[in-house]
């Protein structure tokens, strides 16, 4: 297999940007323990910034992200390592308003990505809603119902607002 160099022109401010932080790095006592106890699993969505909406910082918490915030088979497991052995006892599950993988149905994606670049995308599953609150529901109970996850962990579902910055709590 071929190695490609570095794309640096493409990541040129990333790495800029890098080297500025790591002149006041102030983490290098934190542990991979989740310090809050707490995992949050949210849309990939640019508008979120899931420590900063709950008050944490770097060491507090787990994020675990995808499009859309949905509980797939390595969400699942990412959880169960994260409970037994990185201090997590709470799991937040936190879709959002606005979100384009809960505006329609996954026949619509498919063609929308067809229509805009000619690429048939259906062998892949988005896993889109048209109802996030049963989809949220779906989920947080598909976390508690799975045998390997730690006993005692409490796991949630609420919603963030994009436009208020709000975490909207939903009885699941
Ligand atoms: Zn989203």
Not at 32 to 57: E, F, Q, W
Not at 79 to 105: E, F, K, Q
Not at 137 to 157: H, K, S, W
Request: aromatic share 6%.
């Amino acid at each position: 297999m071929k190695n490609y160099s570095f794309p640096h022109d493409q990541f040129k401010e990333v790495l800029a940007s890098n080297a500025e932080y790591a002149t006041t790095f102030k983490y290098s006592e934190l542990s991979g323990s989740a310090a809050k106890g707490l995992a949050i699993v949210t849309c990939m969505d640019s508008r979120i910034n899931p420590l900063s909406v709950v008050g944490m910082r770097s060491g507090d918490a787990k994020i675990l992200r995808n499009a859309g915030a949905r509980v797939t088979e390595d969400v699942i497991r990412t959880l169960v390592l994260a409970t037994y052995l990185l201090n997590v006892d709470r799991i937040l599950v936190m879709p959002h308003t606005d979100c384009a993988m809960a505006s329609g149905d996954e026949a619509d994606i498919h063609a929308l990505i067809d229509e805009k670049f000619g690429v048939d995308t259906r062998s892949l599953e988005f896993r889109t809603t048209s109802n996030q609150e049963a989809a949220l529901a779906t989920d947080v109970n598909r976390i508690r119902a799975y045998p390997l996850l730690r006993e005692g962990v409490t796991v949630a579902g609420a919603i963030y607002d994009v436009k208020t910055g709000t975490i909207i709590p939903v009885d699941c």
